[in-house]
């Protein structure tokens, strides 16, 4: 029989993670390191930034980043949740600590963020908003309600193609559109995060149509 069209949505979803953190961790941990083509934009801070404090910070946002993008796409898996149910388990607390270390991470780095005010209040709000909806849907869980876990699930992996979007429409925006750098990337946090909203609900709607045909023990 012919494989629904659903079905080959999760190996691609699956490549193109494991391909972004491919990206991300030799761009940002082997190629440049020390930050220089993105530090070189930040022209108006209001504080000076302590680089080596900032470039740890940002080193282990970006690796801990990576594990929450690479422990969640796991648990997407049926095949894992259904074979190896433990292992869903302990791979989803270890997603829930990933998502924790960013949000922390990110606090550090928010107050130096290139468009000053303007990106590091939205990147404080996503930290709030994206743990909390991390939080949800661990209380579903508890509560056995599947298909509410699933949901909040969905709502809260979109966030780890935060930076993703950001550079994709930062980049548009100033490569295409020619706006100033500085302006296109806080547009760019904007966009990424209703991007993301967008996203989980289009992801719910259409691809989780069914509930999840999983027994709750
Ligand atoms: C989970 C996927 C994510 C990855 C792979 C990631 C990666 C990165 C990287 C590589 C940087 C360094 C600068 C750059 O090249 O953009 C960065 C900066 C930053 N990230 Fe993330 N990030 C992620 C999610 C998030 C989320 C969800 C938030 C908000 C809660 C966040 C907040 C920040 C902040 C505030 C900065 C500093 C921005 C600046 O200095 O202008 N990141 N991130």
Redesign the pocket.
């Given at each position: 029989m012919a494989r629904s069209k659903r079905s080959y949505l999760y190996p691609l979803l699956l490549t193109a993670s494991l391909i972004?953190i491919a990206y991300?961790t030799l761009?940002?941990l082997f190629f440049d390191p020390q930050?220089v083509d993105?530090l070189s934009h930040?022209m108006n801070l209001k504080r000076p930034i302590n680089l080596p404090i900032w470039l740890n910070v940002?080193h282990v946002?970006?690796v801990a980043?990576?594990m929450?993008?690479l422990t969640g796409i796991f648990n997407f898996s049926n095949t894992l949740l259904r074979k190896y149910r433990k292992l869903h388990r302990v791979n989803g607390y270890l997603y829930v600590i990933f998502v924790f270390v960013?949000?922390l991470?990110?606090g550090y780095?928010?107050p130096?963020?290139?468009?000053g005010k303007a990106?590091?209040l939205p990147?404080?709000l996503?930290?709030i908003v994206?743990f909390a909806m991390t939080i949800a849907a661990i209380v579903q869980i508890k509560r056995k309600q599947v298909s509410k876990h699933r949901k909040w699930m969905v709502r809260s992996y979109v966030?780890?193609?935060?930076?993703?979007f950001?550079?994709l429409f930062s980049y548009i925006l100033h490569k295409g559109g020619g706006l100033p750098y500085e302006l296109s990337?806080t547009l760019g946090v904007y966009g990424a995060i209703l991007t993301n909203f967008i996203l989980a609900e289009i992801v719910i709607r259409f691809v989780y149509v069914k509930a999840p045909n999983v027994a709750v023990q």
């Open positions: 972004y991300v761009t940002n930050a993105f930040k940002m946002h970006v980043a990576c929450a993008m960013v949000v991470t990110s780095m928010a130096y963020s290139t468009g990106s590091s990147f404080n996503v930290s994206w966030f780890c193609f935060t930076n993703f950001i550079h990337y």
